[in-house]
């Protein structure tokens, strides 16, 4: 692995991706034409690259995790209090047992996520092998935000589908954390390795 600086002769980039969700983050194409740096660039040990991503992709799988539970989170908090705001049929629609399952249901699946990624990180810190739960945290928590994502547009119903609600960008930001730092599909394999598998 090598450090790149911007403005190494050879090295540039294409245009900014026009992205679903997650619009505040810069996306686009590296180029590397002819491009040479020095080998002070060098990251880590020479061959090692390879070893040092995996490293990387379980450590991000921890990040990912976590922002999925905060996603989540912000699903669960926002909707209770559009539920208790939002008055149908004289009174407030978190009285309503579908609402309630729909928001109990959110809160259980965070709790779930936050503590999965919580042993996550604990085993990292501790120097424990992780790689598996950190998978897992990935695997769960995104799932969970998509979920949570969904239902949260649901109860918002039509307004959950406006950009003036914060919803609709969640639930266009939660389809990514199925997707970065290793699919929902990898990410199983990964962990039936771990397994033995």
């Not at 049929?89 to 699946?109: C, N, R, T, V, Y």
């Not at 996550?120 to 928590?141: G, I, N, R």
């Not at 003036?164 to 969640?170: D, L, N, Q, T």
């Amino acid at each position: 692995m090598i450090t790149v600086p911007r403005g190494t002769p050879g090295y540039s980039f294409g245009k900014k991706y026009k992205k679903l969700g997650w619009r505040a983050t810069d996306t686009r194409e590296l180029i590397f034409e002819n491009c040479r740096v020095p080998r002070e660039n060098l990251l880590g040990e020479r061959g090692k690259g390879f070893a040092q991503v995996l490293r990387i992709l379980d450590d991000g799988r921890i990040v990912m995790a976590a922002l999925a539970v905060g996603l989540a989170q912000g699903c669960l908090d926002t909707s209770l209090k559009y539920a208790r705001e939002r008055v149908q049929f004289g009174q407030p629609i978190s009285k309503f047992q579908a609402i309630q399952f729909k928001l109990s249901d959110m809160a259980i699946e965070v709790e779930a996520a936050r503590l999965m990624t919580y042993r996550a990180a604990f085993l990292k810190d501790c120097h424990q092998p992780y790689t598996k739960e950190a998978a897992m945290a990935k695997v769960f928590s995104s799932e969970v935000a998509m979920r949570a994502a969904t239902q949260a547009v649901q109860i918002h119903g039509g307004y959950g589908y406006m950009d003036e609600y914060p919803v609709s960008r969640y639930f266009r930001d939660a389809k990514l954390l199925e997707i970065g730092e290793g699919t929902s599909e990898i990410c199983r394999m990964v962990i039936a390795r771990q397994l033995g598998c």
